[in-house]
């Protein structure tokens, strides 16, 4: 059974920096490409990040490029997402998530991602 539980939300001020976490179980995690994404009250969720199984590839959504970083950990079963220079419009639930299916590459499109943590609040204040 496949378990992801994020950590390291919490409330920032504008400009600051915050660092998620997300580990993983039930399965060989160095398989399946990462990808994190968001959902904001009264919005559809939204990708933000994903990395392929390796960690060799990255991509990111237009509106965190630059700001945020993806990085996995294949020993310890972790993915990571760094924020930089917060914005109040990144304020979100962010969700980590696994791929249904073994892949090499990237995957950006949620109906590819078949397990789900269970969310971490991020708020930004102005």
């Known amino acids: 059974q496949v378990q992801l539980v994020e950590s390291g939300g919490g409330l920032v001020q504008a400009g600051g920096s915050l660092r998620l976490a997300c580990a993983a179980s039930?399965?060989?995690?160095?398989?399946?490409?990462m990808g994190w994404f968001r959902q904001a009250p009264g919005k559809e969720r939204e990708f933000v990040a994903t990395i392929s199984a390796r960690g060799g590839s990255t991509a990111y959504a237009d509106s965190v490029k630059g700001r945020f970083t993806i990085s996995r950990d294949n020993v310890k079963n972790t993915v990571y997402l760094q924020m930089n220079s917060l914005k109040p419009e990144d304020t979100a639930a962010y969700y980590c998530a696994q791929s249904t299916v073994a892949w090499r590459g990237t995957v950006t499109t949620r109906e590819n991602y078949g397990y789900w943590g269970q969310g971490t609040q991020v708020t930004v204040s102005s």
């Open positions: 039930g399965r060989t995690f160095s398989s399946y490409a």
